[in-house]
């Protein structure tokens, strides 16, 4: 059983469309997340959900839109994609934050590349 | 803010050979320290974590040993193998925060 599953794996498409990855976790965790790494391996938070509620909203574009319609999913929806959002994106949940140490379990990402 | 440093790659070794990969940390309170790795064309795995000063972590023959005195968290292996091969990260949670702050990562190859 995968813990945090994601899909597609691989993503290519053109500028200017719309796309969305879909994230999935049967942890039983409160929290979910999206990372993005980018062509240098560098990764950064995009955003973090609890209780389907936004708590991190890092600097990121607005064309980037998570949902999450329940604690087990968290979406990304891309509007108007550009070259520059080619990047692997990372989906990953923990339990409610607070508790020390609590592990961040991650997807085995989406590889997006526009062109 | 919170940042983690880690050695510049890639680290090429032989097969057999002692790892030492350095990572330093800057943070406000007692953070976490993780190491997650990334095989290639795979997503991130947790290898190792430690949650206090003097806490080690160990996994797969990989250990790190959280120091608060050097603000480090350098791993080590005794012995890899090229299966080691793989980009490593160093990450910190800082106090009761759900955020993830990464270093740059390291790259890894191992030859025969």
């Known amino acids: 059983d995968t813990a945090v599953s994601q899909t597609p794996k691989y993503l290519v498409t053109q500028m200017g469309n719309d796309k969305s990855i879909k994230c999935e976790q049967n942890?039983?965790?409160?929290?979910m997340y999206w990372y993005k790494q980018d062509s240098k391996k560098f990764l950064k938070i995009m955003f973090s959900?609890?209780?389907?509620?936004?708590?991190i909203n890092e600097t990121v574009p607005n064309r980037f839109s998570p949902k999450s319609p329940d604690k087990a999913h968290l979406n990304l929806h891309i509007n108007s994609l550009e070259l520059g959002d080619s990047a692997v994106y990372f989906c990953?949940?923990?339990?409610?934050?607070?508790?020390?140490?609590?592990?961040?379990?991650f997807g085995e990402g989406s590889w997006l590349t526009v062109v | 803010g919170n940042s983690v440093t880690q050695m510049e790659g890639p680290v090429t070794l032989s097969e057999e050979a002692f790892l030492t990969i350095n990572c330093t940390y800057t943070a406000t309170g007692y953070p976490s320290l993780f190491w997650y790795v990334q095989y290639p064309g795979e997503g991130l795995q947790l290898l190792l974590k430690a949650t206090k000063a003097d806490d080690k972590g160990s996994n797969k023959g990989f250990e790190a040993t959280y120091r608060k005195e050097t603000t480090s968290f350098h791993l080590e292996k005794g012995s890899v193998q090229v299966s080691d091969s793989a980009v490593y990260f160093c990450?910190?949670?800082?106090?009761?925060?759900?955020?993830?702050?990464f270093g740059t990562g390291t790259q890894l190859k191992v030859e025969l």
């Open positions: 990450a910190l949670r800082a106090g009761g925060g759900n955020k993830l702050t």
């Open positions: 942890l039983g965790h409160d929290t």
């Open positions: 959900y609890n209780n389907k509620e936004l708590i």
């Open positions: 990953a949940s923990s339990q409610t934050p607070g508790g020390i140490g609590n592990t961040i379990y």
